[in-house]
């Protein structure tokens, strides 16, 4: 990769980094709640963070620093949150900090910060998530195994799409060979051939996808488990943040994430929950 191009690269990081901090700072000013403001003010710090390590890699190559002009979809973000509040805006930043999570992830010298990002969209997550007067009862059912194993339902979900689609096609298949004026015995033996190859070939099918999703969320696991060995602290941050996002005081998640942290197992099965979705218990099903 050329310089020029090395050059336009770390300016749209620049600029992105700068754009994303303005936007936590006035969803900073906006916020009523001290835990959440609180919350905003560290995101966009961590944001003008990011950015000075693009704007040092500009002055490194020697490209002078650009006026960034923020984009318009940010400061409507911020004109939105001071005239209908911070709910209102939440999820829109949230799915877009979840659509950015990986942008660094190509990016060699940018591998310290693209954890971060990654982070950073569950923590939004999680704030949008998140209700003072939350249902206590919702998240003490989700706690519970009978709760979580009903709630995926991925056996019940495979038996009734597969029963569905051998019903159809096996029926279909029946009423072919029976209008071409067949006897009762080839139709029979043909409904039953065709009900074996559905059969298999359903439940082949499940197999595969669901193996492919379990080898995805294990490399996913794996990753992450890395990233706990080898950046300890940045992870603590990273789940402090998320518990803050969930309503803790600041103090008070910052104890629990230091806890969890001296148990690497407990903290990996903590963020593969809140950071990556994916719950280590059953990795996405049973093949």
């Known amino acids: ?15 992105d980094e700068v754009a994303g901090a303005a936007m936590y700072a006035a969803l900073a000013e906006v916020e009523k709640d001290p835990v959440r403001k609180d919350l905003f003010k ?16 500009l002055e490194t190559a020697g490209v002078s620093i650009p006026a960034v002009r923020l984009p318009l979809k ?15 805006v939440l999820p829109t930043v949230a799915n877009a900090e979840f659509a950015d999570r990986n942008k660094y992830a190509d990016q060699a010298d940018a591998q310290a910060i693209s954890a971060e990002e990654r982070g950073h969209a569950a923590v939004i997550q999680a704030a949008a998530g998140h209700r003072p007067d939350g249902n206590v009862g919702a998240n ?30 096996n029926f279909c298949l029946i ?15 043909t409904g039953f051939a065709g009900l074996a190859a559905g059969a298999c070939s359903m439940a082949l099918g499940e197999w595969l996808s669901v193996t492919n999703a379990r080898e995805l ?60 979705g994916i719950n280590p218990e059953d990795l996405g099903g049973n093949p």
């Open 42 to 57: 560290q995101l966009a710090d961590a944001e003008r963070d990011h950015a000075e390590l693009w704007r040092n890699k």
């Open 74 to 88: 940010i400061r409507m973000v911020g004109w939105l949150a001071q005239t209908f509040g911070i709910a209102f």
């Open 1 to 15: 990769m050329n310089q020029k191009s090395e050059a336009q690269r770390y300016r749209r990081n620049y600029e």
């Open 140 to 169: 003490i059912a989700r706690a519970e195994h009978w709760h979580r194993g009903a709630a995926s339902g991925n056996d019940l979900r495979a038996a009734v799409l597969g029963a569905n689609d051998g019903l159809v096609s």
């Open 175 to 189: 009423m072919g060979i029976a209008g071409a004026g067949t006897n009762n015995h080839i139709i029979l033996l």
């Open 217 to 276: 969320a294990q490399t996913q696991m794996d990753r992450e488990a890395e990233e706990i060995e080898q950046t300890p602290e940045a992870e603590e941050k990273e789940l402090a943040l998320i518990y803050q996002a969930k309503g803790l005081a600041k103090e008070e998640a910052q104890r629990i994430a230091h806890r969890l942290m001296r148990d690497k197992g407990a903290a990996l099965d903590t963020l593969a929950r809140e950071e990556l």
